[in-house]
């Protein structure tokens, strides 16, 4: 599993888009970028992921540099309710997430 | 997305006693799960691998006597703590994989067991 580094802690205000770098210089070519989410006491949310292009849902947008060496998630407009622990881990599809320590993300008012 | 329970949410239990939690994909089949357990401001760590119809894959210094895993249908996993004691205390997550090419995993909602 590729080794990511993502800043401790980020804050934002609310309304603004929040985004999220994560460095993963050693990912391989079959390894995908997951970004995942964890409110307090919850298991984890899905929330995107990408091999080589971004991507965009409902909830948020990949960037994925050319290099693949790193990438960063959007959240447009950031509200309260988008206030958890953020994870972005490098992984083969199928074998199991391995969790960093995350980047805690504060959205006030 | 797809739906993962976890049951029970919240248990309490006194030291000794065995515990089993349950793990079920409500709107697809996985053939293999994942548990984990989260002890407090730590995240997640990979507990083991549970495989439908074959026997779990734990990660070293999981205890695979102590903590039983089954996963007996494509719907449902199972993990019993046996002879549970204070330091078992601990957030347990399971987590489902989609079949697909990303092969994405979605968690349950957790179970946090106090032992007494």
Known sequence: DAKTTQPTSMDCAEGRAANLPCNHSTISGNEYVYWYRQIHSQGPQYIIHGLKNNETNEMASLIITEDRKSSTLILPHATLRDTAVYYCIGNQAGTALIFGKGTTLSVSS | ???????????????????????????????????????????LMLMATSNEGSKATYEQGVEKDKFLINHASLTLSTL???????EDSSFYICSARVASVADTQYFGPGTRLTVL
């Open chain 2, 1 to 43: 997305g797809a739906v993962v329970s976890q049951h029970p949410s919240w248990v309490i239990c006194k030291s000794g006693t065995s515990v089993k939690i349950e793990c079920r994909s409500l709107d697809f089949q996985a053939t293999t799960m994942f548990w984990y357990r989260q002890f407090p401001k730590q995240s």
């Open chain 2, 80 to 86: 019993t703590v046996t002879s549970a004691h204070p």
